[in-house]
C-alpha cells in the first residue's frame, strides 16, 4: 500500500490517502445534510449509521477493500459559512477583521488569505486584482449575494 496515492472522488464525495503504519485513511465529505453541533459538546466519533454508508461508499469505489477492517473513526466539524466559502473582511468594529469558515480548506489558500488579510489590516483593500476583497465580504449574507464559484464542480459543490 506504500504507492498508494492520494484520492479525491468529486461523485462519491470521498477521500483517500495512505497512513502511517501502512493503514490507509478513508474519509466523507458528503455535506448533503448539514447539521448545527455544539463544539463544545461534539462527539467526535462516526456514528454506526455515517460508517456503514461510508463503508459502503469505499467499497464500491475500490472493490479489493470491502473487507477491510476499521482501526477507528473520527468524525470533524466544518466551519462553514452559508455559501461554503470563507469571509475575510473587515468588521465595525475598529481593527477587527475577520478571516474565517474555511471548511477545511483554508490551508490550501493560505498564501492568497495571507495577502487579503494583510492588505485589509494595511489600506481596507485588496492589492491584488486577483483576490477581490468584495468576494469575501461578511455583509454579503445580509445582502443576499452569496459567492458561487465560476469553475463548480459537477456534484461537489460543497468542496471547494
Same mark, same amino acid.
Given at each position: 500500500?506504500?504507492s498508494l496515492p492520494v ?9 483517500? &490517502?495512505?497512513? @502511517? ?39 464500491? &469505489? ?17 466551519? @462553514? ?35 487579503? @488579510? ?21 455583509? &454579503? ?18 468542496? &471547494?
Amino acid at each position: 500500500m506504500n504507492s498508494l496515492p492520494v484520492f479525491s472522488d468529486l461523485v462519491s464525495l470521498q477521500y483517500v &490517502r495512505p497512513d @502511517v503504519g501502512g493503514e490507509i485513511l478513508f474519509g466523507n465529505s458528503d455535506l448533503a445534510t448539514i447539521e448545527t453541533a455544539d463544539p463544545d459538546a461534539y462527539s467526535n466519533r462516526a456514528d454506526s449509521d455515517f460508517l456503514e454508508a461510508t463503508v459502503e461508499k469505499l467499497a464500491h &469505489r475500490f472493490p479489493g477493500l470491502a473487507d477491510g477492517a476499521v482501526a477507528s473513526t473520527y468524525a470533524g466539524c466544518y466551519d @462553514v459559512t452559508p455559501d461554503f466559502n470563507p469571509v475575510m473582511s473587515r468588521t465595525d468594529i475598529e481593527g477587527l477583521v475577520l478571516a474565517v469558515g474555511f471548511s477545511g480548506h483554508g490551508f490550501k489558500i493560505a498564501p492568497a488569505v495571507g495577502r487579503l @488579510v494583510a492588505d485589509l489590516v494595511v489600506d481596507g483593500r485588496s492589492s491584488d486584482p486577483r483576490i477581490p476583497e468584495s468576494d469575501f465580504r461578511l455583509s &454579503r449574507f445580509a445582502e443576499g449575494q452569496k459567492l458561487s464559484s465560476p469553475h463548480p464542480y459537477a456534484a461537489a459543490g460543497q468542496l &471547494r
